[in-house]
């Protein structure tokens, strides 16, 4: 009879991360030492003034600091819940270096954009008409942030998503503990209330549409993200899910959302992790299965000990060989046993067989978790492409091809670094201040 863990009580309630009330963030914020040249401003991405909030936080003004978090960041109130602190912000914090803990850098920007969604309060409108037209295809946080930044210039933007819901990651791919879908929607709704055009369900075909808009629109941001995740080339993959449709599935109660009692989850990185947290909050045994050890995983830290709190099973040095079935229904995975070999070029030691037994995973579902699809040349809507991902100047988010008015950021420009939602804010934020300054060229030229 398998026994099951009993789900701990942080993942059936709410947010992992409780909100501060405002005594906590000001206690908080009377912590911080307003450091000049602040090394937590150098290690956040999007450069938000972090100090200059927190004293906003520390005199009440939390709309204020709202405000100022928001200038750098439109989409604060995710990276509060989603960002990495503990790897930038926090991490930098000189605090660290006191033997003090560091501030709580994302609990008190929550603290305040929080404030800001529960107020209701519009910190911001859109510019003086510009009579420019852009178009941003996409609405994950690449493309809502630059389109928040094109229209408070004064651009009229119209933003097309594929899906039901804008939002990309934020609305499908965080899991709910994280992230309700209710603040991805939020943040939305305030690139709408500056008179930006949300056409849902909207996608870009092929590279004919995408000639055909830029011809019709004065600028094309491609905010466009990356695919699913890759087939696995194994005996039976037929039967196994993709791990950001599962997540999605589950977080917007979608009735096709699958009920398992015990899954097996390939992979490694941060995605795995939510998928097999995912599993648990429904009730289900959650195992992950890698091909290497922990030490290469590529999931944050922090992630993995909250996996480990959760109940998540690790199985290290297994490789997925065969998705076996007992009467069409997944019963296991049958994984060949590894073991490490010399690092490659990346530095990372490679997983190669042991000469051990093959191991069998008892399940009932096999959940992928090993990446998304880059673009080929069938998919990649006749751009040019550096390793499966759009090629652009790097400062300028500008795709070099005759299409001098198609521009492109976020995850399916990213060759290197790690994705994540704050590089993409950034991305969004780069790209609309060159889409501004290559209209400006155009009127002037014009
Ligand atoms: Fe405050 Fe730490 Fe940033 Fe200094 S480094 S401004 S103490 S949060």
């Given at each position: 009879m398998t026994t099951f863990l009993p789900i701990p009580k942080f993942l059936s309630s709410g947010e992992v991360h409780p909100a501060m009330t405002a005594a906590e963030a000001i206690n908080e914020a009377n912590r911080c030492l307003y450091c000049a040249d602040a090394a937590c401003v150098q290690a956040c991405p999007t450069h938000i003034d972090i100090p200059e909030f927190i004293h906003k936080i520390s005199t009440e003004n939390t709309t204020g600091a709202a405000t100022t978090i928001l200038e750098e960041n439109f989409l604060g109130a995710t990276c509060a819940r989603v960002c990495p602190v503990a790897e930038l912000c926090q991490g930098a914090c000189v605090m660290n270096k006191m033997a003090e803990k560091p501030i709580e850098i994302g609990r008190l920007q929550r603290f305040a954009t929080d404030h800001l969604i529960e107020q209701g309060i519009k910190p911001f409108q859109a510019g003086p008409k510009t009579g420019k037209k852009v178009l941003v295809v996409g609405s994950g946080p690449a493309g809502l942030s630059a389109a928040a930044e094109l229209a408070k210039t004064g651009h009229e933007v119209t933003v097309w998503e594929r899906?039901?819901?804008?939002?990309?990651l934020s609305t499908y791919g965080i899991i709910t503990l994280r992230e309700p879908v209710e603040i991805a929607q939020r943040e939305v709704d305030m690139v709408r209330e500056l008179g930006v055009q949300i056409e849902t369900n909207t996608a870009l075909k092929d590279g004919e549409q995408l000639r055909d808009v830029a011809k019709h629109y004065d600028a094309v941001f491609l905010a466009l993200g990356l695919g699913a995740v890759p087939a696995l080339n194994i005996p039976g993959a037929e039967h196994i899910m993709d791990g950001l449709r599962y997540i999605a599935d589950v977080k917007t109660a979608s009735p096709q959302a699958p009920e398992f009692h015990n899954v097996v989850v390939i992979g490694a990185g941060n995605t795995a992790i939510d998928a097999a947290t995912t599993a648990r909050t429904q009730g289900a045994q959650a195992t992950i299965a890698y091909r290497r050890t922990a030490a290469e995983m590529t999931a944050f830290e922090d992630e993995y000990l909250f996996a480990a709190q959760a109940g998540i099973n690790f199985v290290f040095l297994a490789s997925p060989a065969e998705v076996i079935t007992t009467n069409g229904q997944v019963s296991g995975l049958r994984c060949t046993r590894m073991t490490l070999g010399p690092a490659d070029a990346e530095g990372r030691r490679q997983a190669i067989p042991a000469d051990e037994a093959d191991l069998i995973l008892p399940c009932d579902a096999v959940i992928a978790a090993i990446g998304q699809e880059k673009f080929d040349a069938e998919t990649g809507f006749g751009l040019p492409l550096n390793a499966g991902y759009m090629d652009v100047t790097k400062e300028l988010a500008?795709?070099?091809?005759?299409?001098?008015n198609v521009f492109a950021g976020g995850d399916a420009t990213r060759i290197t670094g790690d994705a994540s939602t704050v590089m993409a804010v950034q991305d969004g934020k780069i790209a609309a201040r060159s889409i501004s300054a290559f209209l400006d060229k155009e009127r002037d030229n014009g």
């Open positions: 899906r039901e819901l804008a939002g990309g500008v795709i070099a091809t005759e299409l001098d």
